[in-house]
């Protein structure tokens, strides 16, 4: 399967807007994409205006603004509302997620597409079930992963943690992106990139702020990217 699976540091980095803008860009030079998150958490909180819910945000990414491509519904078939784990939202539901279901539901999406876009949920090692994470949803896809951290202090221990853990298993770290980058950084987010890069000896891109969840915005954002590159 050819595609790449976008895992994060840790919760609220930004994932969800990167692999947005990469599936918005991929679509806007006209390549078939599916896409595909195992579940979505959190949909009891209030509504952001300029942000919708992640499986919202990757349906209108994908094509769905023009009732093309795949609902919200099939993006994320797992949705729960308490902004918790996915395996605690799933057992407050009084459901269970099977790990055989997600890949089954993960390789469906991408059928029929020239890729599939896989975006997990929070970091690497979140327990979808008791005993299976993130991580090991990755390593079944067999999709090449690219990190989403964040440009402040911290993110050099968060990040070399989730490049160690995903080598760990045998998964191969593509680049990390390091989301919300200023115009201007700072002395110290500047050394946070070279050093990330260096010391985990991976490539480090940026992505710059995105006013709001707008389709031609992040695919804007997404054609800063290497794409092609990553996707070869």
Known sequence: ??????????????????ASAIVAALVADGVKVGVFKPAVTGLDLPRDPEWPPDHELLAM???????????PEDVAPWRFGPAVSPHLGAELAGVELDPRELVVAAKTAGAGTDLLIVEGVGGLLVPLTRDYSVRDLALELGLRLIIVARPGLGTINHTLLTVEAARSVGLEVTAVVINNWPGEPTVMELSNRETIADLAQVEVFTLGPIARGDRALLAAAGSQLPLDSWLT
């Not at 399967?1 to 990167?18: E, P, Q, Y």
């Not at 990414?61 to 609902?71: F, H, K, N, R, Y």
Request: no cysteine; glycine share 14%; aromatic share 4%.
């Open 1 to 18: 399967m050819r595609g790449l699976f976008v895992t994060a540091t840790d919760t609220s980095v930004g994932k969800t807007v990167v």
């Open 61 to 71: 990414a994908a094509g769905q603004i023009e009732m093309v491509g795949p609902s």
